[in-house]
């Protein structure tokens, strides 16, 4: 059974900063590419970062404008973990966070075969 699971979300100030994980079962992390959306209170989900499968011949890594520079993605493929590190957060960071195998930039990270499968969310609140 696939299954996504994000951590590592919380209560933070603004400036602050944040480690997101992704943990992975059901498949081989090495396989696919792994994207991360967030949605905020009244807005639509919005599509931050993504990785793409190691050895492709994707760029790679994608940050949407929103959050270049101070969010950053890796992945441990021998943990089965995608991380996100948040840093300089601000109030309008706020939010739920989702890892999962669509990805927000197919041109960098590439495509995945199959269903697509989300996580169910960790929260991230950036207090001013």
């Known amino acids: 059974q696939v299954q996504l699971v994000e951590s590592g979300g919380g209560l933070v100030q603004s400036g602050g900063s944040l480690l997101l994980a992704c943990e992975v079962s059901?498949?081989?992390?090495?396989?696919?590419?792994i994207g991360w959306y967030r949605q905020a209170p009244g807005k639509e989900r919005e599509g931050i970062s993504c990785?793409?499968?190691?050895?492709?011949?994707?760029?790679?890594?994608y940050y949407a404008d929103s959050v270049d520079g101070r969010f950053a993605i890796s992945r441990d493929n021998d943990k089965k973990t995608v991380y996100l590190r948040l840093t300089s957060l601000t109030p309008d960071d706020t939010g739920v966070y989702y890892c999962?195998?669509?990805?927000?930039?197919?041109?960098?990270?590439?495509?995945?075969?199959?269903?697509?499968?989300w996580g169910k969310g960790t929260q991230v609140i950036v207090s001013s």
């Open positions: 990785i793409g499968k190691p050895g492709g011949t994707f760029s790679y890594k």
């Open positions: 999962t195998t669509v990805v927000p930039s197919l041109a960098t990270c590439g495509v995945n075969y199959g269903p697509p499968h």
């Open positions: 059901g498949f081989n992390l090495d396989s696919v590419a």
